[in-house]
């Protein structure tokens, strides 16, 4: 297996960008603030929120950093949207059941999972699961 050249930099950011991206699908296009403007960049989100720079550790999934996070905070609200919420232990726990089920079914690594459903605190259990499953 060849390694990786992608900059450890780079790969932060784009795992800080998958985050937010997670946690902004449970809520509409039209529920996020704008700018003072109205400006937004092309992936919908607003320009202000782009000043996020901050250090990362690369050596831990987001998967992992969520289950850190549900074992520090269990009651921490981790998702809302839709009109429900859901707290860190919750979400963790979810998760970890659909990754179960999941492998069960043949999923790992390298193995694709399509996902189709609404903006949703549901939507966010299904692509942490299909993460913890190595999907």
């Known amino acids: ?20 991206t997670i946690a ?11 700018t ?6 092309p992936l919908g989100i607003p ?22 996070q549900a074992l520090r905070a269990p009651e921490g609200l981790a998702v809302a949207g839709g009109g429900r919420t859901l707290r860190y232990a919750e979400l963790n726990s979810r998760a970890n059941q659909l990754a179960r089920h999941l492998c069960e ?14 903006r949703s605190p549901e939507m966010v259990v299904g692509l942490l699961g299909i993460l913890k499953a190595g999907g």
């Open 1 to 20: 297996m060849a390694a990786d050249p992608t900059p450890p930099r780079f790969r932060t950011r784009i795992m800080a960008r998958a985050t937010w």
């Open 24 to 34: 902004a699908t449970v809520s509409s296009p039209s529920d996020r603030p704008a």
């Open 36 to 41: 003072p403007g109205g400006e937004r960049d």
């Open 47 to 68: 320009i202000e929120w782009n000043a996020t720079d901050a250090e990362f550790a690369c050596d831990r999934t987001v998967d992992e950093l969520v289950a850190e």
């Open 105 to 118: 079914l043949g999923v790992g690594p390298e193995v694709l999972v399509g996902v189709c459903m609404e």
